[in-house]
């Protein structure tokens, strides 16, 4: 593998120009295979060790040499050695003053230390210029190459010069660099790699409970009432007919609350007569979230459809369509075809089919390798637009199929209404004042706003 790729080296144009040497310190697993990465993109790499005894690990084309001679070899040094190691720095202070340090470090907690390592190894060593860059990628990835999940690499620094060369080094091993501004951003940047699912957590909590709430409720409707009242047992409603009612009610409310930020958003800047000016910290939480909130009910959408498809071989629902044959049979009587049975059935299977197509391309269109070949403009074309057209073709889906039900006072037990008349609050709100929003009284200052017209000094 390594002559293969050296030979894809060899034709490659930029390894031809020769590329500075890059100093590591730390032969441990990330100092290893960051060299290996180096060495492939055409970059000399020295390492700074303990120990200058070459071990049968390390790059066999890169150099071991002491700290103090392996520094003197190179502009930029990468420090891959744990946090707790960097006192021995300060005896080097004189050699490194001027090179760009890169601090890769991570931490075992959320914010372990008060402040960042990197703003630590900026005191230890005044006078190099301190970048952070590389601390969320893993050595695993850089070594087997799987990188696909984290191309990304955060870099921050106070010297504009050092950060743009260690970001030129980032693009040069095939990474992306995103530049998150000063050294202040490191505690932050440090704090990524500790972060489970930062953006899955509230989706999934919302859904979890969502969940619980509607499945009580249907078990409390359809089988304790009936069992109760009829005597009757329906408890196999939980394994299909409830499921079945939960996942349509999931995805209709949280597709709605992937709009309700933004219809929220704007009444809030219209409020304001500004936008800038921060938003409450919730709604700023809830608006990074929205991508998640919506593939979360994709999903339940996607189970719907499933649960949908198998009812004509449920045992219960062959029961009843034949006994209701019987019956008919044993009174002699045929029931006529009933028009507006016919057309009620049609248009809501019609609206939930057209409904979840465009449901499926919105997720699709949500995914990294679809967006990334988009402009903005088509972005939030497909995300705004296809998505408001889901919602309303979804909340007309479910307002159809309990359509005659909701207003029937036989439709309710114990007082309680159907579940689908509970679903379809959020998105009735969000539709509603997303069409008030439309109108030009309140759609031409909001335009207004948004393009920072009405830029108000204090603010800015
Ligand atoms: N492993 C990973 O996937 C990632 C690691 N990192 C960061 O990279 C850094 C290195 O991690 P990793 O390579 O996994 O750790 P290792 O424990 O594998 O290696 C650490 C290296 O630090 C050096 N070292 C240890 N103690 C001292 C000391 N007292 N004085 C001087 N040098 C010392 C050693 O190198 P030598 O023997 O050559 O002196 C050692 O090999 C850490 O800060 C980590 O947070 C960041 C992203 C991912
Ligand atoms: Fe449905």
Known sequence: MNKNSSNIMALAPNTSNKRETICIFGTGDFGRALGHKMIQSGYPVVFG?????????????????????????????????QRQHYNFLTSLAEILHGKVLVDVSNNLKINQYPESNAEYLAQLVPGAKVVKAFNTVSAWALQSGTLDASRQVFVCGDDMEAKQRVMDIVRAL??????????????????????LFPMWKFPILLSLCLTAFFFFYCLIRDVIYSYVYDN??????????????????????????????????????LYRGTKYRRFPDWLDKWMLCRKQLGLVALAFASLHVLYTLVIPIRYFVRWRMSSQIISQAL??????????YVWLSDSYLALGILGFFLFVLLGITSLPSVSNNVNWREFRFVQSKLGYLTLILCTAHTLVYGGNRFLSPSSYRWYLPNAYML??????IVLVVKLVLIFPCLDKPLTRIRQGWERNPQYS
């Open 423 to 428: 679903s379809l609050i959020v998105p009735c």
């Open 331 to 340: 009174n002699n009587k045929t029931e006529p075809l009933n028009n507006t």
């Open 232 to 269: 009757k047992d329906f408890s196999f409603f939980i394994a299909i007919s409830i499921p079945n009612r939960i996942c349509p009610i999931l995805a209709l409310i949280l597709l709605a609350l992937v709009y309700l930020p933004g219809v929220l958003a704007a009444i809030i800047q």
């Open 174 to 195: 095939g990474l992306t660099p995103l530049d998150q501004g000063s050294l202040l951003a490191a505690q932050e940047i440090e704090n990524y790699p500790l972060q």
């Open 49 to 81: 060790s303990r120990s200058t005894q070459k071990s049968s690990l390390i790059p066999k084309d890169a150099e071991v040499l002491s700290h103090a001679e392996a520094a003197q070899k190179a502009a930029i040094i990468i420090i891959a050695i």
